[in-house]
């Protein structure tokens, strides 16, 4: 919903203060990514422009300027999990490791591993560091072919397994640096397998609606199958990503201008068991949702949230994710 409203100039309610935020987040980082994926040679600034857009207090935006720590004590350092290198080395580093990210000197896995543990031990912005670090994961990647886009779960799997992570990073920071390579390189197996999967399950469920639409077109005495280039079919397609839309909404993604066959398509696909309407917005704005999508990403994020990553086997490790639906 968030995002909706954020892409809309329509008025969408109901959702929290914080959804807003990862939505904005996740639209800087769709828009950021390809810019550097794409660009020849990073710079400091692309650094520095990720986190200023990613951080909402102007106070907090850029390099930092004192001293910073993680853990312990809020006054001092001394009880200190980590303790970051002084300002005063920040920019010399973050150069060094710009020219190792713009380099091909280790494959892309590992070269991913080593720049987002060298970002996080230099640590180098006053809030961000932990967007900004589990973003250039993907910048690495992308730069270098092995994906095409910001799609692997990893930041989920290294969340879940937070104490090898943490100790993964001091491993490195003690110069243990193939024992952060090996974990990363596991957490990047685990994502990837979890990507496969979350894809299949996505192609089944585009296969269920089709059955779903044409069983219903035939309830209706229609006996052809529907066409690839009809409004319902390319909302179909969209639907994995893009589960929650309006009239408005899938005139301005199919690029039509025809409100009565967006509507038309919509009411259809509602009729046939794939979407489920209901208000949004002021004046009766009607949303459309294609729950199983949102079934689907909840039981991924449940599945990645355990620490078997199958939650037969154990539950989810945080408490913050979607509630068990029978």
């Known amino acids: 919903m968030a995002v909706l409203a954020g892409s809309s100039s329509q008025h969408i309610a109901g959702f929290s203060a914080a959804a807003a935020a990862v939505a904005r987040n ?10 550097l994926a794409d660009k020849d040679v990073l710079e400091l600034e692309d650094f520095i422009t990720m986190q200023s857009s990613l951080v909402a207090e102007t106070q907090l935006k850029g390099i930092r300027h004192t001293q910073n720590w993680i853990g312990g004590s809020n006054y001092h350092p001394l009880t200190a999990a980590f303790v970051p290198p002084p300002p005063e080395e920040v920019e010399g580093l973050l150069e060094d490791l710009l020219t190792y990210l713009n380099g091909a000197d280790h494959s892309a896995l590992v070269q991913a591993a080593l720049v987002h543990a060298q970002f996080e031990t230099i640590h180098p912005f006053p809030d961000g560091n932990g967007r900004v670090g589990r973003a250039m ?10 994906t095409q886009a910001a799609v692997l779960p990893i930041s989920m799997v290294l969340g879940t397994l937070s104490d090898r992570y943490v100790d993964g990073l001091t491993a490195f920071r003690n110069g243990e640096v193939l024992d952060w390579i ?7 197996e685990i994502a990837a397998e979890k990507a496969a999967q979350i894809a299949q399950d996505v192609a089944a469920l585009e296969a269920d609606w089709t059955d779903r639409v044409n069983d219903y077109r035939k309830q ?7 066409r690839s280039d009809s409004t319902e079919s390319r909302v179909l397609d969209s639907l994995p990503s893009t589960p929650l839309v309006t009239v408005a909404s899938v005139q301005s993604l199919l690029g039509t201008s025809s409100t009565a066959a967006a509507r038309a398509a919509l009411e259809s696909l509602t009729e046939s068991g794939v979407l489920r309407k209901r208000s949004i917005g002021p004046g009766g704005l009607q949303g459309y949702f294609a729950d199983d999508v949102f079934r689907l990403v909840d ?3 449940r599945q990645l949230a355990s ?7 154990s539950p989810p490790s945080r408490q913050n994710v979607p509630k068990h639906r029978e």
């Open 182 to 188: 090996a974990f990363f390189v596991d957490a990047a």
């Open 220 to 226: 209706q005495g229609l006996s052809r199958a529907l």
């Open 299 to 301: 039981d991924a994020e």
């Open 307 to 313: 620490t078997q990553f199958d939650t037969r086997l």
């Open 26 to 35: 996740v639209s800087i980082l769709s828009d950021l990514n390809p810019q």
């Open 137 to 146: 994961i993907h910048t690495v990647l992308q730069r270098r072919g092995l």
